[in-house]
Protein backbone atom coordinates (compact mmCIF):
# COMPACT_ATOMS: atom_id res chain seq x y z
CA UNK A 1 0.00 0.00 0.00
CA UNK A 2 1.15 3.45 -0.74
CA UNK A 3 0.63 5.94 1.69
CA UNK A 4 -0.34 9.68 0.29
CA UNK A 5 -0.84 12.94 1.29
CA UNK A 6 -4.55 13.73 0.97
CA UNK A 7 -3.80 17.47 0.54
CA UNK A 8 -1.69 16.92 -2.85
CA UNK A 9 -1.92 13.46 -3.34
CA UNK A 10 1.99 13.10 -3.24
CA UNK A 11 3.46 10.02 -1.73
CA UNK A 12 5.22 10.43 1.43
CA UNK A 13 9.07 10.67 2.15
CA UNK A 14 10.72 7.24 2.95
CA UNK A 15 11.57 8.59 6.05
CA UNK A 16 8.84 9.49 7.38
CA UNK A 17 6.49 6.53 6.14
CA UNK A 18 8.97 4.44 7.77
CA UNK A 19 8.38 6.32 10.92
CA UNK A 20 4.61 5.79 10.32
CA UNK A 21 4.66 2.18 10.42
CA UNK A 22 7.27 2.20 13.46
CA UNK A 23 4.17 3.96 15.34
CA UNK A 24 1.65 2.34 14.21
CA UNK A 25 3.60 -0.69 15.08
CA UNK A 26 4.09 0.23 18.34
CA UNK A 27 0.26 1.24 18.98
CA UNK A 28 -1.01 -2.12 17.65
CA UNK A 29 1.74 -3.66 20.09
CA UNK A 30 -0.51 -1.44 22.37
CA UNK A 31 -3.55 -2.59 21.38
CA UNK A 32 -2.98 -6.06 21.72
CA UNK A 33 -1.69 -5.75 25.10
CA UNK A 34 -5.42 -4.30 26.14
CA UNK A 35 -7.65 -7.24 26.07
CA UNK A 36 -11.30 -6.58 24.97
CA UNK A 37 -10.49 -2.99 23.38
CA UNK A 38 -11.56 -3.85 19.45
CA UNK A 39 -12.02 -0.57 17.93
CA UNK A 40 -8.91 1.56 18.50
CA UNK A 41 -6.92 4.13 16.54
CA UNK A 42 -5.18 0.93 14.42
CA UNK A 43 -7.80 -1.03 14.10
CA UNK A 44 -9.47 1.01 12.02
CA UNK A 45 -7.69 0.08 9.36
CA UNK A 46 -8.02 -3.83 9.92
CA UNK A 47 -12.02 -3.18 9.67
CA UNK A 48 -11.27 -1.83 6.49
CA UNK A 49 -9.07 -4.87 5.32
CA UNK A 50 -11.59 -7.41 7.06
CA UNK A 51 -14.67 -6.00 4.91
CA UNK A 52 -16.88 -5.04 7.82
CA UNK A 53 -17.17 -4.36 11.40
CA UNK A 54 -18.97 -7.50 11.89
CA UNK A 55 -16.18 -9.68 10.86
CA UNK A 56 -13.83 -7.67 12.80
CA UNK A 57 -16.00 -7.54 16.03
CA UNK A 58 -15.94 -11.58 15.35
CA UNK A 59 -12.07 -12.25 15.13
CA UNK A 60 -11.44 -9.99 18.11
CA UNK A 61 -13.87 -12.51 20.04
CA UNK A 62 -12.32 -15.26 18.63
CA UNK A 63 -9.21 -14.02 19.72
CA UNK A 64 -10.27 -13.27 23.06
CA UNK A 65 -11.57 -16.61 23.65
CA UNK A 66 -8.22 -18.25 22.83
CA UNK A 67 -6.04 -16.34 25.03
CA UNK A 68 -8.82 -17.05 27.56
CA UNK A 69 -8.53 -21.33 26.62
CA UNK A 70 -4.52 -20.48 26.82
CA UNK A 71 -4.79 -18.94 29.91
CA UNK A 72 -6.98 -21.66 31.66
CA UNK A 73 -4.50 -24.69 30.05
CA UNK A 74 -1.81 -22.93 31.59
CA UNK A 75 -3.52 -22.87 34.45
CA UNK A 76 -4.59 -26.28 34.79
CA UNK A 77 -0.80 -27.61 33.52
CA UNK A 78 0.61 -25.68 36.95
CA UNK A 79 -2.16 -26.45 39.95
CA UNK A 80 -3.06 -30.22 40.28
CA UNK A 81 -5.90 -32.01 39.15
CA UNK A 82 -7.21 -33.06 42.84
CA UNK A 83 -7.37 -29.26 43.36
CA UNK A 84 -9.38 -28.48 40.19
CA UNK A 85 -11.89 -31.10 41.42
CA UNK A 86 -12.62 -29.46 44.69
CA UNK A 87 -12.77 -26.19 43.13
CA UNK A 88 -15.75 -27.96 40.71
CA UNK A 89 -17.35 -29.45 43.72
CA UNK A 90 -17.16 -26.01 45.48
CA UNK A 91 -18.44 -24.13 42.72
CA UNK A 92 -21.64 -26.90 42.31
CA UNK A 93 -22.30 -26.78 45.83
CA UNK A 94 -22.71 -23.01 46.22
CA UNK A 95 -24.92 -23.33 43.11
CA UNK A 96 -27.08 -25.74 44.84
CA UNK A 97 -27.26 -24.05 48.19
CA UNK A 98 -28.46 -20.60 46.24
CA UNK A 99 -30.66 -22.47 44.41
CA UNK A 100 -32.57 -24.02 47.78
CA UNK A 101 -32.68 -20.33 49.39
CA UNK A 102 -33.85 -18.67 46.55
CA UNK A 103 -36.65 -21.82 46.16
CA UNK A 104 -37.40 -21.05 50.10
CA UNK A 105 -37.97 -17.32 49.59
CA UNK A 106 -40.46 -17.73 47.76
CA UNK A 107 -42.60 -19.57 50.28
CA UNK A 108 -45.13 -18.60 52.72
CA UNK A 109 -45.46 -17.87 56.40
CA UNK A 110 -47.47 -21.37 56.68
CA UNK A 111 -44.67 -23.35 54.92
CA UNK A 112 -42.30 -21.16 57.35
CA UNK A 113 -44.15 -23.32 60.24
CA UNK A 114 -43.65 -26.40 58.61
CA UNK A 115 -40.09 -26.08 58.12
CA UNK A 116 -39.57 -24.99 61.64
CA UNK A 117 -41.30 -28.37 62.98
CA UNK A 118 -38.90 -30.37 59.95
CA UNK A 119 -35.83 -28.93 61.75
CA UNK A 120 -36.74 -29.25 64.58
CA UNK A 121 -37.68 -33.40 63.48
CA UNK A 122 -34.22 -33.37 61.98
CA UNK A 123 -32.55 -32.49 64.52
CA UNK A 124 -34.70 -35.18 67.02
CA UNK A 125 -33.36 -38.11 64.36
CA UNK A 126 -29.98 -37.23 64.70
CA UNK A 127 -29.50 -37.40 68.13
CA UNK A 128 -31.44 -40.74 68.02
CA UNK A 129 -28.95 -41.96 65.56
CA UNK A 130 -26.00 -41.14 67.07
CA UNK A 131 -27.59 -43.80 70.23
CA UNK A 132 -27.87 -46.34 68.37
CA UNK A 133 -24.71 -46.37 66.99
CA UNK A 134 -23.41 -45.93 70.78
CA UNK A 135 -25.56 -48.58 71.80
CA UNK A 136 -24.80 -51.00 68.64
CA UNK A 137 -20.76 -50.47 69.15
CA UNK A 138 -20.59 -50.77 72.82
CA UNK A 139 -22.64 -54.19 72.07
CA UNK A 140 -20.61 -55.48 69.47
CA UNK A 141 -16.82 -54.58 71.02
CA UNK A 142 -15.49 -57.08 73.80
CA UNK A 143 -13.89 -55.84 76.67
CA UNK A 144 -10.37 -55.46 76.19
CA UNK A 145 -11.29 -53.05 73.30
CA UNK A 146 -12.77 -50.57 75.20
CA UNK A 147 -9.88 -48.48 74.83
CA UNK A 148 -9.82 -48.08 71.27
CA UNK A 149 -13.50 -48.36 71.15
CA UNK A 150 -14.01 -45.19 73.28
CA UNK A 151 -11.20 -42.95 71.24
CA UNK A 152 -13.69 -44.30 68.13
CA UNK A 153 -16.92 -43.33 69.47
CA UNK A 154 -15.24 -39.64 70.10
CA UNK A 155 -14.25 -38.98 66.84
CA UNK A 156 -17.61 -40.34 65.42
CA UNK A 157 -18.96 -38.12 67.35
CA UNK A 158 -17.04 -35.32 66.40
CA UNK A 159 -17.98 -35.49 63.25
CA UNK A 160 -21.69 -35.58 63.62
CA UNK A 161 -21.59 -32.84 65.81
CA UNK A 162 -19.69 -30.88 63.25
CA UNK A 163 -22.14 -32.01 60.48
CA UNK A 164 -25.06 -30.72 62.96
CA UNK A 165 -23.53 -27.81 63.46
CA UNK A 166 -23.16 -26.80 59.81
CA UNK A 167 -26.41 -27.82 59.02
CA UNK A 168 -27.72 -25.54 61.87
CA UNK A 169 -25.97 -22.69 60.44
CA UNK A 170 -27.37 -23.29 56.62
CA UNK A 171 -30.66 -22.94 58.21
CA UNK A 172 -31.07 -20.15 60.50
CA UNK A 173 -29.33 -18.37 57.25
CA UNK A 174 -32.16 -19.43 55.86
CA UNK A 175 -34.86 -19.03 58.37
CA UNK A 176 -33.42 -15.19 58.72
CA UNK A 177 -33.46 -15.10 55.03
CA UNK A 178 -37.29 -16.10 55.03
CA UNK A 179 -37.79 -13.70 57.27
CA UNK A 180 -36.39 -10.63 55.24
CA UNK A 181 -38.57 -11.75 52.43
CA UNK A 182 -41.80 -11.84 54.30
CA UNK A 183 -41.25 -8.52 55.83
CA UNK A 184 -41.02 -7.27 52.43
CA UNK A 185 -43.90 -8.92 51.29
CA UNK A 186 -46.04 -7.20 54.13
CA UNK A 187 -44.95 -3.64 53.37
CA UNK A 188 -45.56 -4.79 49.55
CA UNK A 189 -49.13 -5.14 50.99
Known amino acids: MLLTVSARGLPLPAAAAAAAAAAAGAAAAAAGALQ ?33 QQQQQQQQHHHHHHQQQ ?19 QHHHHQQHHQQHQQQHQQQHQQQQQQ ?22 QHQQQQQQQQH ?13 QQELTLLSCLICL
Open 36 to 68: GVCFSFVARGKVAAAGTPEKFVSECQQQQQQQQ
Open 86 to 104: QQQQQHEQQQHQHQQQQQQ
Open 131 to 152: QQQQQQQQHHHHHHHHRQQHHH
Open 164 to 176: QQQQQHQQQQQQQ
